[in-house]
């Protein structure tokens, strides 16, 4: 019986090559808003209905069109302050919709790499035909705006089909965050070309944070603070990542930038943190790392 998805081997932290990242950083720091636009009535996916109300949907299109409108400036002042370049898990729709979203941060010098057309288009159900239209949609939207290549994916409302990192690997991409097995890199398994997996992590993210575990601004700060120092402990032997996945319109709101914007300050004040973007920490990755981490992986076996 199958035990595993099969994207990734076996490779205990205890067993693993070292990594160093650049300038001898123990902990590789990225921060990555989901710029993202929500459809007021979508498309319909049989497997997954858009909104928990009828559409249309105003409350809750609304509650997320909050963060294009007001709460993506506060955080991204806020960043800026702390000498912090975001990535920019992009809906690329984006583009069209909020035109003036993705200038303020193309020159500010962040990445953008693909979270869908739309968060409201799941790839659940799509043929390989149309999933490559999307992922190429998907290249060809961030090189005409921003001017960027496109190396990282994270699938749109973390939907996939069994084929999406396959594809991804097979039409240039470098790095998924869709996989939240681990605190460093680590090789993906595809059929062809290079695919790392970056920790991207769920539990530091705002939306499990303030609408699942419901937890108040203050509280968010200390476990964004004590996520950080025991990274930054271990990744005195070998380096380790940390990431922040952020949405406007959560982060965004007034009384919750303040603790945010205090652990940001606290992390990118510690020496030995390297303010990285997805696409550097994958690029150090792959070149030193990726081989040597894959020949000590062993497969994970399946079940009798």
């Known amino acids: 019986m199958k035990r595993d998805p099969g994207f990734y081997d076996h490779l205990p932290w205890t067993r693993r090559p070292v990594i160093r990242w650049p300038g001898g950083a123990r902990v590789a720091f990225w921060v990555a808003p989901n710029i993202e636009f929500y459809e007021l009535n979508p498309p319909r996916n049989p497997s997954r209905a858009p909104w928990a109300r009828p559409a249309p949907d105003v409350l809750n299109y609304s509650y997320r069109d909050y963060g294009n409108r007001a709460g993506f400036w506060r955080m991204f002042e806020s960043m800026q302050r702390c000498g912090m370049r975001g990535s920019v ?7 069209q919709h909020h035109p003036e979203v993705i200038r303020e941060c193309a020159a500010a010098g962040w990445e953008f790499y693909s979270h869908g057309t739309y968060n409201t288009r799941y790839l659940m159900n799509m043929t390989e035909a149309q999933e490559r239209a999307v992922i190429q949609d998907s290249i060809d939207t961030i090189r005409d705006h921003t001017g960027q290549r496109l190396d ?12 999406t990192l396959d594809l991804v690997a097979e039409m240039g991409l470098s790095y998924v965050c869709d996989l939240f097995h681990d605190d460093q890199p680590g090789p993906v398994k595809v059929r062809q070309g290079t695919l790392a997996s970056i920790p991207y992590s769920l539990e530091m993210n705002d939306t499990i944070v303030y609408n699942v575990n419901l937890v108040s601004p203050r509280r968010y700060g200390d476990i964004l603070k004590r996520q950080f120092d025991r990274l930054y402990a271990e ?10 996945p952020l949405h406007p319109y959560l982060i965004g709101l007034p009384y919750r930038l303040a603790a945010f914007e205090e ?24 070149t030193h790392y990726h081989a040597a981490f894959a020949a000590a992986a062993e497969p994970i076996g399946d079940a009798p």
């Open 89 to 95: 898990s992009l809906n690329v729709a984006m583009c």
């Open 152 to 163: 990282g994916w994270l699938a749109p409302a973390l939907t996939y089909t069994e084929r």
């Open 235 to 244: 990744g005195e032997h070998s380096g380790t990542v940390m990431c922040i």
């Open 263 to 286: 652990a940001l300050s606290y992390i990118t004040s510690h020496e030995g943190v390297w303010l990285a973007t997805g696409r550097e920490i994958a690029q150090h990755f792959n």
